[in-house]
């Protein structure tokens, strides 16, 4: 709530400055889009812009401003940091208590943060009689076995074929027929004529 009691003093302060400077005009549109983007929820872009209008105008209602918004952002580092240079700029400030009290919450969830400890990423292995509880682990499928490859037959002796029995066969059956026809037949051999007959 003192934020925004902070920030409409602050508006008022600036509304209220007729000849205000370009530095002036500046910071004004810095903290109105600062303001919407508050409104809006976009606290990181809101804390940005007070922070630009702080250099733009050096008023320590800004600094507080950007501490809330950073505060609501979730980064306390940030929040904490503003909050400690709004309280060295207005040590005196009417807000004095609440600032104080933001500075101890955001030591506190620093603190905390950096005691967690961090997530554990060992794979805890299950006890054996468990069995219930353990998980099943997932693994890739066997790879599939290659094709084997086209094995070629152990070469046949030649006597063991077919076809050298066959050949052996019809070379005998031809000797038995040559010596038997050779044996039974005319020895005389014919005489051969060499003669030509005549063209004329």
């Known amino acids: 709530m003192a934020s925004w009691v902070l920030a409409v003093c602050l508006l008022a302060s ?3 400055v007729e000849h205000a400077g370009p530095e002036e005009r500046r910071a004004r549109k810095l903290y109105a889009e600062g303001l919407k983007a ?4 976009k606290f990181e872009e809101a804390a940005e812009r007070y922070i630009e209008a702080f250099q733009a105008v050096p008023k320590p209602a800004f600094l507080f401003n950007a501490a809330q918004a950073y505060r609501l952002a979730g980064n306390p580092e940030k929040a904490l940091e503003f909050y400690r240079s709004f309280l060295r700029l207005q040590p005196n400030a009417a807000i004095l208590s609440e600032v104080e009290r933001r500075i101890n ?3 506190t969830e620093i603190d905390q943060r950096a005691a967690k400890p961090p997530p554990d990423e060992r794979i805890v292995v299950p006890a054996p009689d468990r069995v219930a509880d353990r998980a099943v682990p997932i693994t890739e499928p066997p790879p599939a076995p290659a094709p084997a490859a086209p094995r070629d037959r152990p070469a046949r002796p030649i006597y063991k074929r077919w076809w050298f029995w066959a050949g052996i066969g019809a070379v005998s059956v031809a000797t038995v ?3 038997v026809v050779s044996s039974s037949g005319d020895d005389s051999v014919p005489e051969a004529n060499y003669g030509h007959e005549a063209i004329f």
């Open 14 to 16: 600036a509304t209220s």
């Open 38 to 41: 508050y409104g809006l929820g």
């Open 105 to 107: 919450e955001m030591q």
């Open 177 to 179: 027929a040559i010596v």
